[in-house]
RNA sequence: GGUUCCAUAGCUCAGCUGGAUAGAGCAACGCCCUUCUAAGGCGUGGGUCGAAGGUUCGAAUCCUUCUGGGACCA
């Protein structure tokens, strides 16, 4: 049940019966303070010209055309012409229900649409590092979320599994096979193993001629050569999956599709971009000329995707992969999460992609941008020495830093359960620090705000989770099971209430705009109300009378599935006792 | 040079399909534990929404210009 779409069609039909013209705006939303009523409609005003009407006499039409007997307790004019929409307790409490009795929280499915969603894309040149660490996460976060909804994900990892720098570093591998050693030693850190080769390929006599040489018979199928690059990518993949595996994160290795997929398709593509005129040859490249690019004196923004020599750029493999997606996939939406940089990359590519027909009107094409992580001068996040910083060795850092913290409590837990919540709670800080924060936009990396208990922290969510559970154990009823009508009279239960079912909302603005920090806001939002009612309406003291007791108990029953649908849908894990 | 993004409380961030008195958290300062996990709650103070114009009944939000910063393309 979505209230606000509910409101919304009412609302609709009451335009259309006071003669508002067909298609009138109709602004509806939450209210933005306590004392205007749950929902709002502003729309009275913007029709006064349009009608020739005072606003609020507009309003008052409105409302008395309304068909809210049974959603609706009151509804006032206020100011220039408002209306606040009070929800009737009676009618929220059965939705309550209603979503308590679902396995799926009430929440209906969307139009199922098939979505394609490129994230994490780690170069496998090197190990992963904390700049893929926005796109693995975010991207993830969305999956879910769309997968929640209804729709048919396909998640496609793009690796960055070829290009020149593999004939350095299988010509590298060779060596260490060759003097007997074993791949998966030779490979245990990726980037030692990268400083090494590319020390020879500068230095040593003869070793970038044969890197060269290795490309070369790379791309043409030399078997030896993709064999070496064969042993290289695998073990590299095992190195990402070791990271995806401790950040909770949902990627396989069945969700890969690096770059070397496409190399089949790239004469292909870019002969067809070349018959339908698209593409023209300059200066020996091939180039789309996009004059709906162009620069204040009308030059055409140049967008090659074959070079003079006949090599292929990133442009050109991410053209094949249109192809694939929107021709082979059939994807009615294509989400890409890289970094801002990217932004007219993919704009340009979009406009070719379009003009050859790869995608059609009915597909989406959806750069979804990405700032950078920031150090806490403001500056690119580094180590101390100025280096990239290893996506794991981040990780286990922030679970020795969850230890230390939980540590320091007094707690009832072995030192094994200790363990386990230092890691949930240390991956999930990392993970929620950033889902939390407009992904458009840079942002500022702090272990010590992210791993608070206090405030809009994956630590107080999962402390919220962890509250509800003890209530639960201590109540010692089977909760599942339990019949209650809810009752909802105190006003922190009503809108706990109100919040309870917003979550539809939260979750589809996520699903259509990529943007998980609503999710967030929303959980915050709901685990700050539930803490409220649960210091003003007592469960299990004394003097509380059965009805009330359960009544109460059925909103922290859904208060908690729903902390732990949103927090899995952002892939943070809950425990039951922290 | 061209394009594009950003600028909101001391700090970190929401809010931006135009709506009422711009919201959170942290930090600061109070108050609440013999009472369901105080890893909590309640409250106080804190703002020329970078600047100036414009559109509008109404602008943090839309448009123009400017300032400062970042990125991309050349």
């Known amino acids: 049940m979505n209230i606000q779409t509910l409101l919304l069609a009412k609302f609709k039909a009451a335009l259309i019966a006071i003669g508002a013209p067909e298609n009138s705006p109709a602004p509806l939303s ?30 008052q039409k409105l409302v008395e055309a309304v068909d809210l007997k049974d959603e609706a307790e009151k509804l006032e004019i206020a100011g220039p012409g408002f209306i606040n929409i009070y929800l009737n307790p009676l009618w929220l409490a059965q939705q309550l229900q209603v979503a308590n009795a679902d396995n799926r929280l009430g929440i209906e499915a969307e139009k199922q649409q098939t979505v394609v969603v490129d994230y994490s894309a780690p170069n496998l040149a090197k190990e992963m590092h904390v700049g893929h660490l926005r796109s693995t996460i975010i991207g993830d976060a969305v999956t879910k979320t769309l997968e929640f909804l209804g729709h048919k994900v396909i998640r496609q990892n793009h690796m960055g599994d070829w290009g020149t720098q593999f004939g350095m570093l299988i010509t590298h591998l060779n060596d260490k096979l060759a003097a007997d050693g074993v791949a998966e030693t030779a490979l245990s850190d990726l980037e030692d193993f990268y400083r090494a080769a590319k020390v020879r390929f500068d230095s040593e006599d003869g070793f970038a001629d044969r890197a060269r040489e290795n490309v070369v018979k790379l791309q043409s199928g030399d078997s030896e050569c993709l064999s070496l690059w064969k042993t290289f990518v695998s073990i590299s993949i095992a190195h990402s999956e070791q990271v995806y595996d401790k950040l909770n994160v949902s990627l396989k290795r069945s969700d890969i599709m690096g770059e070397s997929a496409y190399n089949k398709d790239l004469a292909a593509t870019v002969a067809e971009l070349k018959s339908s005129g698209i593409v ?71 406009l070719v992609a379009r003009k050859a027909g790869f995608i059609n009107d009915n597909q989406s094409y959806e750069h979804c941008p990405f700032g950078m992580m920031l150090g806490s001068d403001g500056k690119p996040f580094k180590t101390r020495t100025g280096g990239t910083v290893k996506l794991a060795e981040l990780l286990d850092e922030a679970i020795e830093r969850a230890e230390e913290l939980i540590n320091k409590r007094e707690s009832d837990l072995t030192a094994e359960e200790r363990k386990v919540v230092a890691d949930k709670v240390g991956i999930g800080a990392v993970k929620y620090a950033d889902l939390s924060k407009n992904r458009t936009t840079d942002y500022i990396f702090n272990w010590d705000s992210m791993l608070s208990f206090e405030g809009n922290t994956a630590p107080y969510l999962q402390y919220a989770y962890a509250r509800i559970q003890s209530i639960f154990r201590k109540a010692d009823l089977d909760i599942e099971n339990l019949q209650q009508d809810i009752q909802l009279d105190a006003a922190q239960e ?37 803490m409220s009612f649960y210091e003003a309406c007592p469960i299990l003291k004394e003097g509380i009378d059965e009805k009330t007791r359960n009544s109460r108990l059925m909103l922290a029953l859904l208060t908690a599935k729903t902390l732990q649908s949103g927090l899995d849908l952002l892939g943070i894990e809950t425990m039951k006792k922290m």
């Open 280 to 350: 023209v040859e300059s200066q020996g490249a091939q180039v789309a000329f996009l004059q709906e690019m162009a620069d204040k004196e009308g030059n055409p923004a140049a967008y090659i995707v074959q070079k003079s020599g006949g090599g292929y750029l990133y442009a050109t493999t991410d053209l094949a992969a249109i192809r694939y997606r929107n021709g082979v996939l059939g994807a009615d939406r294509t989400l890409i999460f890289t970094d801002v940089r990217q932004s007219l990359h993919f704009k340009q590519t979009e």
């Open 494 to 530: 009503q809108l706990l209430a109100v919040k309870l079912m917003q979550y539809i909302e939260a979750i589809e603005q996520v699903a259509s705009e990529a943007t998980p920090h609503v999710l967030c806001s929303y959980i915050y939002e709901l685990a700050s109300l539930f």
């Open 30 to 59: 939450r209210s933005t303070r306590a004392g205007f009523g749950h929902y709002q409609f502003n729309g009275a005003m913007a029709l006064s010209k349009v009608l020739n009407q005072k606003p609020r006499d507009i309003a």
